[in-house]
């Protein structure tokens, strides 16, 4: 499982043309195509084929006639684009999912344990200084069984 982990935080510009540098160590894993999509607090997600089918029939199990689960399909599946890494290991950032997070010139890519993520610095810096004081951290967490 580990080489198939997405792990680390890097810095990258986005270019004119809203593509982005995919760290080399994710490119490999996004070889067979990915998804970019709107995700979780305001940020994107960089999602490899086989983990976005394997979220997908998750989604699909959930019951259609619960308003939530209607929700969390559209919002995902709306804004979802399918793509490939280009020659220089960049993925292209539709203007649309590039307005949701809050992109300009730069961008945070992080990996996220079975996807990556693409957050607007200021948005990250705002969101992550929550995990900075211990004692919050360990109270978010303390019900997950870790």
Same mark, same amino acid.
């Given at each position: 499982?580990?080489?198939?982990? @997405?792990? $680390? ?5 986005? %270019? +004119?043309? /809203? !593509?982005?540098? *995919? =760290?080399?160590?994710? #490119? ?48 995902? @599946?709306? $804004?979802?684009?399918e793509?490939?890494? %280009? +020659?220089? /290991? !960049?993925?292209? *950032? =539709?203007?649309?999912? #590039?307005?949701?997070?809050?992109l ?37 967490i ?5």
């Open positions: 499982m580990t080489g198939n982990v @997405f792990t $680390g935080e890097y810095r990258h510009a986005v %270019d +004119g043309k /809203g !593509r982005i540098a *995919v =760290p080399a160590r994710f #490119r490999a894993k996004l070889d067979g195509g990915c998804v970019v999509a709107r995700w979780l607090d305001s940020c994107l997600a960089i999602f490899p084929m086989p983990a976005w089918e394997a979220l997908a029939t998750k989604l699909a199990g959930l019951p259609m006639v619960d308003h939530n689960a209607r929700l969390l399909q559209r919002q995902l @599946f709306a $804004g979802a684009f793509t490939e890494l %280009d +020659g220089q /290991g !960049r993925v292209l *950032v =539709p203007q649309g999912l #590039r307005s949701f997070a809050g300009e010139d730069e961008a945070l890519v992080l990996g996220s344990r079975d996807h990556a993520e693409i957050w607007a610095p200021a948005r990250w810096e705002e969101y992550s200084q929550a995990l900075d004081d211990p004692s919050a951290f360990a109270a978010a303390a019900g997950l069984g870790i």
